[in-house]
């Protein structure tokens, strides 16, 4: 997993040579979801994590809904809450490598049935 700059991901990702064949981690705000992951596909990532904002949201989903938009992205992307974004983001600051195994499931799930992610 690589911390893409800029972090909102709203523009050209600057670190795409780190970025390529990794895990793109985002944070949420700015621009809409599928831009953050289009741009996190245009670098190269395998996947995009976007994180909420809010470092003190632990319980507060947020969904990933079709926007309408241009963008087209092949990638898988998810949310997770900024609680759990920001020990990420700590943990890839102070230069912790971190290894991520994205269960993929292209079926919907009714919202009572989702996987807590929670970590911390």
Known sequence: MVHALPEDGCNDLTNAEELYGKIALLSRGTCSFAEKAFRA??????????????????SHWIDMIVEGLDFIV?????????????HLKMALDEGHSIDV??????SAVAVNRLTPWTFW
């Open 41 to 58: 596909q245009e670098a190269g990532a395998l996947a995009a994590v976007i994180y909420d904002n809010d470092p003190d949201n632990d």
């Open 74 to 86: 092949d990638i898988p992307s998810m949310f997770i809450l900024g609680l759990d974004g920001f």
């Open 101 to 106: 195994t994205l269960p993929v499931n292209r």
